[in-house]
């Protein structure tokens, strides 16, 4: 059987860092694949599936890609994946596709190489291993499959819906909520809540909360920064994240104290306290752990 040579992947692997350079604040892995696969004209094996059903291109490039992500040059998380400066680097420095793919490979191969040492284990062989559609392949998949579907269902909840999800999810973290905005003008307030039940005990904790498709810009963190007190913690959360402007005041503020919590953040602290969510909270998102054998590459 035909398979994806060397030469080819190494291909792959360049080009597709050439799209998540053109997206810095990261791209949806299903977009990114898209981008990749317009890019080349793909042959009849290629477009081929596994018995699993994957496509052959998409897992050439999936496992062609492990050694980037464990030499540093991008990231994999919630079915994104981002460029790292190591990358950039590594983008302008190997300007051949087999040598930006042999370089790779190497850090990965000398990463490889301390983990058997330091658990006395083989050594490995630098090679071109084609594993097929293997178990971390699976698990890649299938997580971001499950993020997205996540993500699709935060990002159409009705915005008060929304807004309960987030009170509930600061009762479940230890705090005493005491106020959360009805429909209609909130004055930038959506979600009050204090650290002792009597709210006798600073700080007061001023959070608004914004189910939005677009990321909020450092004039919408100014606007809601000006309504904080001395006392006050300011807590952002929005679906949309945030500009790396806003990011970056968020981060130099001395006097005012200010959180900023995008989609990712949110969820993360959900599945944190999922146990200390009461069954209605719950409702709102409810879970359900899926066991997959942790992959080794």
Same mark, same amino acid.
């Given at each position: @059987?035909?398979?994806?040579?060397?030469?080819?992947?190494?291909?792959?692997?360049?080009?597709?860092?050439?799209?998540?350079?053109?997206?810095?604040?990261?791209?949806?892995? &299903?977009?990114?694949?898209?981008k990749?696969?317009?890019?080349?004209?793909?042959?009849?094996h290629?477009?081929?599936?596994?018995?699993?059903?994957?496509?052959?291109?998409?897992?050439? !490039?999936?496992?062609?890609?492990?050694?980037? !992500?464990?030499?540093g040059? @991008?990231?994999?998380?919630?079915? +994104?994946w +981002?460029i790292?400066?190591?990358?950039? &680097?590594?983008?302008? $420095?190997?300007?051949?596709?087999?040598?930006?793919?042999?370089a790779?490979?190497?850090?990965?191969?000398?990463?490889r190489?301390s983990?058997?040492?330091?658990?006395?284990?083989? #050594?490995?062989?630098?090679?071109?291993?084609?594993?097929?559609?293997?178990?971390?392949i699976?698990? #890649?998949?299938?997580? #971001?499959?499950?993020?997205e579907e996540? #993500?699709?269902?935060?990002r159409?909840?009705?915005?008060?819906?929304? $807004?309960?999800?987030?009170?509930?999810?600061?009762?479940? @973290?230890?705090?005493? *909520?005491s106020?959360?905005?009805?429909?209609?003008?909130?004055?930038?307030?959506?979600?009050?809540?204090? +650290?002792?039940?009597?709210?006798?005990?600073?700080?007061r904790?001023?959070?608004?909360?914004?189910?939005?498709?677009?990321?909020?810009?450092?004039?919408?963190?100014?606007?809601?920064?000006?309504?904080?007190?001395?006392?006050? !913690?300011?807590?952002? *959360?929005?679906?949309?994240?945030?500009?790396?402007?806003a990011?970056?005041?968020?981060?130099? $503020?001395?006097?005012?104290?200010?959180?900023?919590?995008?989609?990712e953040?949110?969820?993360?602290?959900? !599945?944190?306290?999922?146990?200390?969510?009461?069954?209605?909270? &719950?409702?709102?998102?409810?879970?359900?752990?899926?066991?997959?054998?942790?992959?080794?590459?």
């Open positions: @059987m035909p398979e994806t040579s060397t030469a080819r992947k190494a291909l792959f692997l360049r080009k597709l860092f050439e799209i998540l350079a053109a997206h810095p604040d990261g791209i949806p892995a &299903r977009e990114a694949l898209a990749l696969e317009a890019s080349f004209a793909l042959t009849d290629e477009r081929g599936t596994l018995e699993t059903g994957a496509q052959r291109f998409e897992v050439a !490039v999936r496992f062609s890609s492990i050694p980037a !992500v464990k030499a040059w @991008m990231v994999r998380t919630k079915g +994104t +981002t790292t400066d190591d990358g950039r &680097r590594a983008l302008a $420095q190997y300007p051949d596709p087999e040598a930006f793919l042999r790779s490979r190497q850090i990965y191969y000398a990463w190489k983990q058997a040492v330091s658990t006395g284990g083989t #050594e490995p062989e630098i090679e071109d291993p084609n594993p097929g559609d293997g178990p971390s699976t698990f #890649e998949r299938a997580e #971001e499959q499950a993020w996540i #993500e699709t269902y935060l159409s909840m009705p915005p008060y819906e929304f $807004q309960e999800l987030v009170a509930d999810l600061l009762r479940a @973290m230890g705090y005493h *909520v106020y959360v905005a009805p429909p209609g003008k909130d004055g930038g307030i959506d979600i009050l809540a204090w +650290t002792d039940p009597l709210g006798s005990r600073p700080p904790i001023k959070v608004q909360v914004k189910r939005l498709n677009s990321t909020v810009s450092v004039e919408g963190l100014r606007s809601f920064m000006s309504v904080l007190g001395n006392d006050d !913690v300011g807590l952002f *959360v929005t679906t949309g994240g945030f500009t790396k402007d990011q970056n005041e968020a981060r130099q $503020q001395e006097s005012r104290k200010i959180t900023l919590i995008d989609l953040r949110l969820f993360d602290l959900w !599945v944190e306290h999922y146990g200390k969510l009461s069954d209605t909270a &719950r409702q709102r998102l409810p879970l359900r752990p899926i066991y997959f054998l942790a992959p080794t590459a």
